[in-house]
């Protein structure tokens, strides 16, 4: 077992854009710096800052930070850095194909420069097609557990030769129960490898982690666990079930740009995508139930403005890295908080703004008070004048919190909160 101490560099750099920053002066290789300026990366983010020269060094990290603030390149500039210089194979571990993809692309961009390959291995895709990418012994390998624990069992990859690792998200790994895979992945790696570990959150089982595999890793945290996206504005909507569909329209008309909706089942997900459609909004559908061909062109289809809507359980909630989404909506509340983090960081990425709208029913009292406990901030709550009042919770007969009044705020048609200035400090909630 390896030490647990951990020595802590957080610091209290927060914005995204810091002019006074630049990628020269972090060790990052001549070379990798002309790629990072032909691709457009210019100034770093505070996760990148701080990581980047940690990593090239060697040390282990636990890097913790907000979604949606560059943690791919983060780990993948200084994987790409040190194996160029040594031997050894390095691994990624993303908890969703959509992330996995993601990450592959992202790395491919700098390694192939390098002559390195890489192999994603994820699963619902054919198996084959990754055995003959790991026999042409690719460098990087990125990879679901569960797909990675198959390629090991029948020995197409070799964990002996891992000398980085990467566990990317890693909370979210442990939510969607891969606990196990990952402990017997650790325990089949090589000790004397290079561990880094990225998560927007900080539970008690990624320290357990960190003090059994990891050497004096040093813990790098941008922002405190709980903290939403510096860009993006929320608002709250306290509306009865069967008003849901007509509130939606009501959003979808005034908001033009791209839409990213969360419905917590896939069935679910499934009658609001055909609903929006009869609207007259092309939309699709990402979840489970999908193929992993359906998911990649609902994807694809979003980011290329194909699909105005596309509607997602939580399997997307941090597989989606989509610049320019303009609002997202979460139709039904996540059962766990710290996904409302996750979920509202799908919007308002790499500088630019962006709006979450969350629709809750009367009886959800307790999920909105433990998303404001877990925000630091009370949410602002809007409703439509269009609508009647009958289909929202009675401010003063069916308050959401014990004891306390909405302050409500009645939004101009076709404006949002965001558009008007309103911002959700002001609107706090007022005792008895």
């Known amino acids: 077992m390896m030490t647990h101490k951990t020595l802590n560099v957080s610091g209290p750099i927060q914005g995204t854009n810091q002019p006074d920053r630049s990628f020269y002066g972090l060790g990052i290789a001549p070379k990798i710096l002309d790629i990072l300026e032909r691709i457009k990366f210019k100034i770093p983010t505070p996760i990148q800052f701080k990581a980047i020269p940690l990593a090239i060094e060697g040390k282990d990290v636990i890097g913790i930070a907000q979604t949606g603030t560059g943690k791919t390149h983060a780990f993948a500039i200084p994987m790409v850095q040190r194996l160029a210089k040594m031997k050894g194979v390095g691994l990624v571990l993303a908890p969703t194909r ?8 992202a790395f491919q961009g700098i390694a192939h420069s390098f002559g390195m390959k890489t192999a994603c291995l994820i699963g619902g895709a054919p198996i084959q097609g990754q055995i003959q990418a790991l026999r042409k012994n690719p460098r990087i390998v990125i990879a679901t557990p569960g797909r990675l624990l198959d390629h090991m069992s029948q020995w197409n990859f070799l964990p002996s030769e891992v000398a980085m690792l990467v566990l990317d998200e890693a909370d979210r790994m442990l939510d969607m129960g891969f606990a196990p895979q990952i402990t017997k992945i650790l325990k089949f790696l090589p000790k004397d490898r290079q561990t880094m570990l990225f998560s927007a959150t900080i539970p ?7 003090a059994a595999y990891m050497k004096l890793p040093v813990s790098v945290e941008i922002a405190p ?10 608002e709250l909507f306290i509306v009865k079930k069967e ?3 007509r509130l939606l329209g009501k959003l979808l008309a005034q908001y033009h740009g791209s839409v990213l909706l969360f419905s917590r089942t896939k069935h679910n997900a499934r009658k609001i995508t055909m609903s929006i459609r009869d609207m007259g909004y092309r939309a699709a559908e990402i979840h489970s139930n999908r193929s992993l061909g359906q998911r990649r062109e609902a994807l694809d289809g979003f980011k290329s403005g194909r699909y105005k809507v596309l509607v997602a359980t939580d399997i997307a909630a941090r597989g989606i890295d989509v610049i320019g989404i303009e609002l997202v909506i979460n139709y039904d509340l996540p059962e766990d908080a710290q996904i409302y983090v996750h979920r509202i960081g799908r919007t308002a990425r790499a500088g630019c703004r962006g709006h979450a709208v969350s629709f809750a029913t009367p009886d959800q009292r307790r999920d909105v008070r433990d998303i404001e406990k877990l925000i630091r901030s009370t949410l602002p709550v809007s409703r439509y004048p269009e609508i009647p009042s009958e289909e929202f919770a009675e401010s003063r007969h069916e308050p959401l919190r ?3 009044k909405w302050h409500q705020i009645h939004r101009p048609e076709g404006r949002g909160l965001a558009s008007y200035g309103q911002s959700q400090k002001r609107y706090k909630f007022r005792p008895h």
């Open 243 to 245: 008003a849901k569909l």
């Open 225 to 234: 666990s709980g903290t939403t996206v510096e860009l993006v504005t929320q």
């Open 402 to 404: 014990k004891n306390v």
């Open 98 to 105: 959509e992330l996995a993809v993601q990450i592959d692309e």
């Open 204 to 210: 008690k089982e990624i320290m357990q982690i960190a």
